[in-house]
């Protein structure tokens, strides 16, 4: 029944992947999108479910020589969803040159060839590390199966680790280039990635304590689970995440990197001077009403550069721009909630916010309390 149970979970999980990746490689723009890291990243989780098909159909004790071919390929989805995080974080026009492919993936490279021995072995040798039954057949199967577990940990968590780098520099650069930053930051990556990352900790363990229980039956089906609402929910979010720049809007270069300002010749009295202007300008206009204001567009407004106007809001304002205009619009939106009986949602919306959840926590942030405290009792 278990078997079953694992081999349903694992077929969904590969047609889930497989459909998935094809719906984003039938794009037109898959070339030098970011759909292209993710279309690789949902195959290769579609193969990983394949694989344990394989392996529960008996195909493998049938074809040893097919034993490991499909394991290994799981290498790659390190590599595949960093570059999925540089791809939609970079440079929206860059394609994918074997260079830059290169740099990304060397370090799983070197990894599968640390794996080719592998496919010297005997085909029975071979089929006893896969499985974790090893200890009749061979004394070295034990020892290597952990060996290739903890070579999948150290490339994958590496990576990992990368993307989650990538992603803190990129939450910190669209606060400086965007007023409404809700589907920019890739929140809905950094917690699926969370969820493969202990799910995949949970296999390694499980692997070093018990090789000989690796099929057992509840602790497979579990696993078999979280990999297919894994692979669901990335399919889903990813077919759904919109681009973060445009060549039309703010772009990463607009901004300089780490120790962006340090080369700057923009005196302090200037900076004075722009906040003043800016200061002004938000006062009489109400630009901070506007969802869509961006760097750009504000700096645009007030005749200075975006880099001139960043400089100033973080140097001398000391914020970045997010929280420059979203003060702005919590002090508009206070004092609408004390002084009406207007919906909070409703107020929300007419200063400038996109979601409650970020209005919520931007009053809470500038202000002191949530939105509901500033409503007089009736």
């Known amino acids: 029944m278990a078997d079953t149970v694992v081999l349903i979970l694992a077929s969904a999980a590969a047609g889930v992947g497989l459909f998935a990746a094809a719906q984003l490689g039938l794009r037109r723009d898959w070339r030098t999108r970011p759909a292209t890291a993710l279309a690789v990243f949902l195959l290769l989780s579609a193969l990983s479910g394949l694989d344990l098909m394989l392996d529960r159909a008996g195909a493998y004790a049938a074809a040893p020589w097919a034993t490991g071919i499909l394991w290994t390929t799981s290498l790659g989805l390190g590599p595949a969803i960093l570059a999925y995080v540089v791809a939609m974080t970079g ?3 860059r394609g994918w040159t074997l260079a830059r492919v290169a740099r990304i993936g060397w370090p799983a490279g070197v990894a599968m060839l640390l794996v080719l021995p592998f496919f010297l072995l005997p085909a029975s040798t071979r089929l006893a590390v ?16 952990l060996a290739f577990v903890a070579l999948f940990l150290a490339v994958t968590l590496g990576y990992l680790a990368a993307a989650f780098r990538v992603m803190g520099r990129h939450v910190r650069r669209v606060r400086d280039l965007f007023s409404n930053i809700e589907d920019r930051t890739l929140s809905w990556l950094r917690i699926l990635l969370l969820v493969m990352l202990a799910a995949w900790i949970w296999g390694a363990v499980k692997s070093a304590l018990a090789a000989g229980a690796a ?19 990335i399919g889903l979010f990813g077919l759904s995440q919109k681009p ?42 109400g630009l901070h009403r506007d969802p869509l204001l961006s760097l750009s567009g504000l700096a645009a407004r007030i005749g200075v550069t975006p880099n001139h106007l960043s400089q100033a809001l973080n140097e001398h304002l000391g914020q970045s721009f997010f929280d420059y205009v979203n003060r702005w619009r919590v002090e508009e939106a206070v004092a609408r909630i004390e002084a009406s009986d207007e919906s909070i ?4 919306y007419a200063v ?27």
């Open 215 to 233: 099929h057992e039956g509840w602790l497979d089906a579990a696993a078999a689970a979280v990999e297919l609402a894994w692979t669901a929910a």
């Open 91 to 93: 440079d929206p026009e």
């Open 352 to 378: 400038g916010f996109n979601s409650r959840s970020t209005f919520n926590t931007a009053v809470k942030k500038h202000a002191g309390r949530p939105p509901s405290a500033f409503r007089p009792a009736a």
């Open 345 to 348: 949602l409703a107020i929300a």
């Open 244 to 285: 973060i720049y445009t060549p039309q809007t703010e772009t990463p270069q607009a901004l300089p990197a780490a120790g962006k300002y340090a080369r700057s010749a923009l005196p302090e009295a200037r900076q004075v001077e722009i906040a003043a202007r800016l200061e002004q300008a938000m006062r009489a206009g």
């Open 130 to 145: 896969y499985t974790g039954d090893g200890a009749e057949v061979d004394p070295l199967a034990g020892p290597l199966q």
